[in-house]
């Protein structure tokens, strides 16, 4: 099992600029990538970025692409999301992921580990 727990959201005006963080713990060592994705109320839980486990690769959709950052900490087994020049269309639950198959994959059906999520507001 892996634990997954999300924290860094809040409310921030158009513009500004959040980091979330994700702290991985348990059986780490079976994972072979990270992610992150987001839910507005209402919709389906949408991609954002992914990083592989080594830190080596990293994912984005294009609506953050240029925007957001996804990073690995130190330890490994910490993962951030940068997120500046924040919309109003950024306001969601924004979740943390784990994978433990090599396949990469922006579904959130190909991730095997949840965190609780945690709210980001973007007001205009």
Known sequence: QVQL???????????GSLRLSCAASGRTFSMYRMGW??????????????????????YYADSVKGRFTISRGNPKNTVYLQMNSLKPEDTAVYYCAAANVVTMTMNPKGYDYWGQGTQVTVSS
Do not use: C, M, Y
């Not at 727990?5 to 513009?15: D, I, R």
């Open 37 to 58: 994705f987001r839910q507005a109320p209402g919709k389906e839980r949408d991609f954002v970025a992914a990083i592989s486990w080594s830190g080596g690769n990293t």
């Open 5 to 15: 727990v999300e924290s860094g959201g809040g409310l921030v005006q158009a513009g």
